[in-house]
């Protein structure tokens, strides 16, 4: 049960676009679209932004996306506010019927 | 509005056991599945446990296996976390999360609604 691979940071102008990948194995990310990412800001509780790889939740802006390859998914957030700073997460469901965690990507707005 | 209000954190020495709690409201629990998340401080999220709506089949990560035991009681819309055995390392904020109402087909992966977490510390 490895962590799944982020960037540790990243960093944007406001309303340029930046991408955050998020690499598996073929226990995880490879095996299945159940991809989901996650913002969360200091001392607050995650939130839900992507689920299966690329579908929004109801609320969440459509400046937010998602995708997948392979054994990578990627987040991708256009046109970026300076709300948008923050950690963000991706989780993949494994082969072990267990859920595993990136280990985070701290976002700056520049 | 849903709800997940976590308590029972708290400090306990090394080898010490700690309970604790997930109340829920706002939604129909027996239809829900509910998950533990952890993070230790300036760390990331650790997924831990996961209980399914009817208490039939629990899920652990290998770091706690073996020492912490999820349970619920749907009549008290409530989940558990009985931790024993606790080590250093487990010093975290713990979350519980509803398992997402977003699905494809049967299978909802995701987690769509989380409590503010309690935190458990771990020293003697």
């Known amino acids: 049960q490895s962590a799944l691979t982020q960037p540790a940071s990243v960093s944007g102008s406001p309303g340029q676009s930046i991408t955050i990948s998020c690499t598996g194995t073929?226990?995880?990310?490879?095996?299945?679209?159940?991809v989901s990412w996650y913002q969360q800001h200091p001392g607050k509780a995650p939130k839900l932004m992507i689920y299966?790889?690329?579908n929004r939740p109801s609320g969440v802006s459509n400046r937010f996306s998602g995708s997948k390859s392979g054994k990578t998914a990627s987040l991708t957030i256009s046109g970026l506010q300076a709300e948008d700073e923050a950690d963000y997460y991706c989780?993949?469901?494994?082969?072990?019927?267990?859920?595993?965690f990136g280990g985070g990507t701290k976002l700056t707005v520049l | 509005q849903v709800q997940l209000v976590e308590s029972g954190g708290g400090l306990v020495q090394p080898g010490g056991s700690l309970r604790l709690s997930c109340a829920t409201s706002?939604?129909?629990?027996?239809?829900?599945?509910i998950h533990w998340v952890r993070q230790a401080p300036g760390k990331g999220l650790e997924w831990v446990a996961f209980?399914?709506?009817?208490?039939?089949?629990?899920y652990y990560a290998d770091s706690v296996k073996g020492r912490f035991t999820i349970s619920r009681d749907n009549s008290e819309n409530t989940v558990y976390l009985q931790m024993n055995s606790l080590r250093p390392e487990d010093t975290a904020v713990y979350y519980c999360?509803?398992?997402?109402?977003?699905?494809?087909?049967?299978?909802?992966?995701?987690?769509?609604?989380w409590g503010q977490g309690t935190l458990v510390t771990v020293s003697s």
């Open positions: 999360a509803r398992r997402s109402a977003y699905c494809t087909g049967n299978s909802c992966n995701s987690f769509d609604s």
């Open positions: 706002g939604f129909t629990f027996i239809d829900y599945g």
């Open positions: 209980i399914r709506n009817d208490g039939s089949n629990k």
């Open positions: 073929s226990s995880d990310v490879g095996s299945y679209n159940y």
């Open positions: 299966d790889v690329s």
């Open positions: 989780s993949s469901y494994t082969t072990s019927s267990t859920w595993v």
